[in-house]
């Protein structure tokens, strides 16, 4: 019988066909996967949002020491001046808050699960595969739709 191709990239780094899913030239059986997609990974943001709010109590807890809270709320620069090492150290935690942030992107990635649970996200780096991860993904549950159709009726 012979291989049906659903998806072949130009440059055949990816290719999903009825047996198989090679991403880098690392071969994926179809037959051991349960399910497969291309999907967006965004980054987690929640160590640095933990900083950040660390940061604050610390410039609050200057304030209070200083006696400039009442003050704070009538000029907000004033929350940005350092008076103390409190507000120091919280101005410092919410700027290593933001340089850890910014650089952050999301990222595509192509995610197989198997059949015993086992997860496996394979970034994709290069911009090309970034316009082709909805053919790549419809052409992943295809080839996993026939495998489950094959697995049925053997």
Same mark, same amino acid.
Do not use: W
């Given at each position: 019988m012979s291989e049906i191709s659903y998806y072949e990239s130009v440059d055949s780094k990816i290719t999903v066909t009825d047996q198989y899913i090679r991403v880098f030239g690392i071969i994926y059986n179809l037959e051991d996967l349960k399910s497969g997609q291309g999907v967006l990974i965004k980054p987690d943001q929640t160590v640095n949002i933990a900083? %950040? $709010? *660390?940061? $604050? *109590?610390? +410039?609050?807890?200057?304030? $209070?020491? %200083?006696? #400039?809270? /009442?003050e704070v709320f009538t000029d907000i620069s004033l929350f940005f001046s350092a008076s103390n090492y409190f507000d120091l150290t919280g101005l410092v !935690? $919410?700027?290593? %808050? !933001?340089? +850890? /942030?910014?650089? #952050? /992107?999301? #990222?595509? %990635?192509?995610r197989l699960t198997h059949l015993n649970g086992n997860q496996v996200d394979i970034i994709l780096r290069e911009k090309k595969y970034y316009q082709e991860i909805r053919e790549i993904d419809r052409a992943i549950k295809q080839a996993i739709r026939y495998a489950e159709y094959k697995r049925k009726i053997s």
């Amino acid at each position: 019988m012979s291989e049906i191709s659903y998806y072949e990239s130009v440059d055949s780094k990816i290719t999903v066909t009825d047996q198989y899913i090679r991403v880098f030239g690392i071969i994926y059986n179809l037959e051991d996967l349960k399910s497969g997609q291309g999907v967006l990974i965004k980054p987690d943001q929640t160590v640095n949002i933990a900083i %950040a $709010i *660390v940061g $604050i *109590v610390c +410039i609050l807890l200057g304030k $209070i020491r %200083a006696g #400039q809270l /009442t003050e704070v709320f009538t000029d907000i620069s004033l929350f940005f001046s350092a008076s103390n090492y409190f507000d120091l150290t919280g101005l410092v !935690l $919410i700027l290593m %808050a !933001l340089l +850890i /942030t910014l650089p #952050q /992107t999301e #990222q595509y %990635a192509i995610r197989l699960t198997h059949l015993n649970g086992n997860q496996v996200d394979i970034i994709l780096r290069e911009k090309k595969y970034y316009q082709e991860i909805r053919e790549i993904d419809r052409a992943i549950k295809q080839a996993i739709r026939y495998a489950e159709y094959k697995r049925k009726i053997s």
